[in-house]
């Protein structure tokens, strides 16, 4: 009697055994960005790590384009079913809603955030010869230009570019914006002096610039200062409380169950808080945040809301 109840219960129990075993085979993780990047190196990391917690492998695709909208929309659109990771990030899922007319995805509702991962600072520089040495310095130096100064940064609403604005806006300078499409040339223009300054963003490329004497470093953006530069101040110490950093999280699309979202979310923190991680990320000038999904998800709703200020003071578009 007994086996033949075992028996009859096996097809209602199979199901709800095959329910728990997540993940059964390799997961995507769309970066809408292209390779190379900060991003592409934060995605590559916690994908790595969080590979080995889950048992399966994490693939990389990069799928760059229009300011990271068409890599998210990809994300939004898949199936709900945890094998689809995307990377979020500050124009994704804050800023790109005030810079373009539509959206082809909803980044409040097509979304659950699983982590964040990490924040990138940016690095204040300003050329070799140009005659100052301190923050207080350039803000008095630039004044006396006009709007003889210029800004540069990879884009319309970057974190570079709102650095820059926040800057414009605390300090009272006129410096006007001018923007590139890729990093290498607006570091070029600095270091040869035709932009005065930048926000950039932390990278192994920028720290060696600024570490060689290519580039003059004034300061970081952000709350903290960062261990790559630990020798200097955050704006903030410095007066001028320029709060604009970037960062990358993991989103997943909306409805995928809660049981994959909590391993997804265990195997994302183990990976940001475990030491080798961290000091690789330390290493390359970003700062490890390991944040769950509802710390995260109050984390972007700030975000959007300080950056909708910053971005309206811009009067930039991308349309």
Known sequence: MIARRALAALPFATPALAQEAWPTRSLRFVVPYPPGGASDFIARIAAEHMSRTLGQAIVIENRGGAAGNLGTEQVARAAADGYTLGLGAIGTLAVNRFLFR??????????????????????????PSLPVNT?????????????????????????????????????????????????????????????????????????????TGRMKALAVTGEDRVPAFAEL??????????????????????GVPQRVMDKLEA????????????ARVTASGSVARAQGSSAFSVFIA?????LRVIVRASGATAD
């Open 267 to 278: 195997a994302a923190e183990a990976a940001m808080r475990d030491p080798a991680v961290v």
């Open 135 to 211: 923050v207080a310095e350039f803000v008095a130096w630039a004044k006396a230009q006009g709007t003889a100064v210029n800004f540069g940064s990879i884009g319309n609403g970057t974190s570079q570019h709102l650095a820059g604005v926040q800057f414009n806006m605390l300090t009272g300078t006129q410096m006007v914006h001018v923007p590139y499409r890729e990093s290498a040339q607006v570091n070029t223009d600095l270091m040869e002096g035709r932009v005065q300054v930048l926000f950039q963003s932390i990278s192994g490329a920028v720290t060696d610039l600024a570490k």
């Open 233 to 254: 101040p955050t704006l903030k110490e410095v007066g001028i409380n320029v709060t604009t950093v970037g960062w990358f999280g993991l989103v997943v699309p909306a």
């Open 102 to 127: 539509s959206l082809p995805f909803n980044p409040d509702a097509d979304f659950i955030p699983v982590s964040l991962l990490a924040l990138v600072p940016n690095l204040m520089v300003v050329p």
């Open 302 to 306: 700030e975000e959007t809301e300080r």
